[in-house]
């Protein structure tokens, strides 16, 4: 049976850019201007910031600095909700050490990209994750898992609902609190996203589902906006539309997370728009870290320009 939208319309924005929004950047980024972001991003009022990722440092150096970053971070005692990225039970058993209430992991859709990217088949990841939440779950933490490559793969194209369907099955018995849908490189249009919500809606109720969409070929708000009628409440980006993808090339970054905001302001869905914090961060991320920005905000207030409706 479907599950009929939720009547809720409340919006939740998730901000990756100290995560996914950084793992693909060849130059570091010092952990002195990471805790400087962090602090920025914390003022931008998004209701989660996803802040590291707890990985062998061979893997992905640009996130070597997990725990020296959270050790810094929640000595001040931020009320900010956070969320990291563990790869296996080892990488949860350092998250918990931190007061991070929510634990993402991964599958991916794709077996090519699954091995590629954790070495492993998709069947010993969803074993692997069934371990991390049993371990998070004890320590009363959260679980987020990412369903990558689920509209596109850089290695075998397209993904069919006959590749979704087992997984969702056994995620759907997992225990996970969200399951995030992700088009890892950004090939998703809106009839896509339809097809499969509509399909991931047999196993999970909108509530627990958040899309995290990259803007490859420039249609990410609108699978937003086809996601957002169909009833999806939760929302992935990062701020300037900063990332990529350290296992595919060419894939862009995530949507913006200021045009993310942007979108549903402007149509009454969400009530601030915190302009000032938001502009400050912006030019953090262009000047200070030297990133190269393709938000639609970003580049008009590059230009000089001034937001239309946003005061």
């Known amino acids: 049976m479907k599950t009929e939208p939720q009547k809720s319309e409340a919006i939740t924005l998730t901000d990756v850019t100290l995560r996914d929004g950084l793992q693909a950047e060849s130059k570091t980024v010092p952990l002195d201007s990471k805790l400087q972001l962090l602090n920025l ?40 909700e956070t ?29 090519t990209f699954n091995q590629k990217n954790v070495n492993c088949t998709i069947d010993e990841s969803l074993k692997e994750i069934e371990s991390i939440i049993s ?47 992700s088009d890892t490189i950004g090939v998703a249009t809106p009839s896509t996203v339809r097809a499969v919500l509509s399909q991931s809606s047999k196993f999970f109720p909108f509530s627990k589902i958040a899309l995290h969409l990259h803007n490859t070929y420039g249609f990410a708000l609108a699978n937003v906006q086809t996601a957002y009628d169909v009833g999806v409440r939760s929302f992935d980006g990062s701020l300037g539309g900063v990332g990529g993808c350290p296992y595919a090339r060419g894939a862009t970054g995530n949507i913006a997370s200021d ?24 030019d953090y991320l262009r000047n200070e870290l030297g990133l190269v920005l393709n938000s639609s905000l970003s580049k008009i207030q590059e230009k000089g320009g001034s937001w239309y409706g946003i005061e």
């Not at 990985?55 to 001040?76: H, M, R, T, Y």
């Not at 931190?98 to 991964?106: G, L």
């Not at 793969?153 to 969200?178: M, R, V, W």
């Not at 149509?267 to 728009?273: A, P």
Request: charged share 25%.
């Open 135 to 181: 371990v998070a779950k004890n320590a009363k933490r959260k679980i987020r898992v990412y369903v990558s490559t689920v509209w596109g793969c850089p290695y075998e194209k397209e993904i069919t609902a006959s590749h979704l369907e087992p997984i969702f099955q056994k995620l759907s018995k997992s225990g996970a609190d969200e399951i995030a849908l």
């Open 83 to 111: 969320m990291a990225f563990v790869p296996n039970t080892k990488g949860c058993e350092r998250l918990l050490k931190f007061p991070i209430p929510w634990v993402s992991c991964f599958v991916a859709a794709s077996p």
């Open 41 to 80: 991003l914390s003022q931008c009022q998004f209701n989660r910031l996803e802040i590291t990722s707890f990985v062998n440092p061979k893997w992905i150096p640009q996130l070597g600095d997990a725990e020296k970053l959270c050790e810094s971070w929640f000595k001040k005692g931020s009320t900010q």
């Open 259 to 282: 045009d993310l905001r942007n979108l549903f302001f402007r149509q009454g869905k969400l009530k601030n728009f915190p302009k000032p914090e938001i502009e400050k961060t912006l």
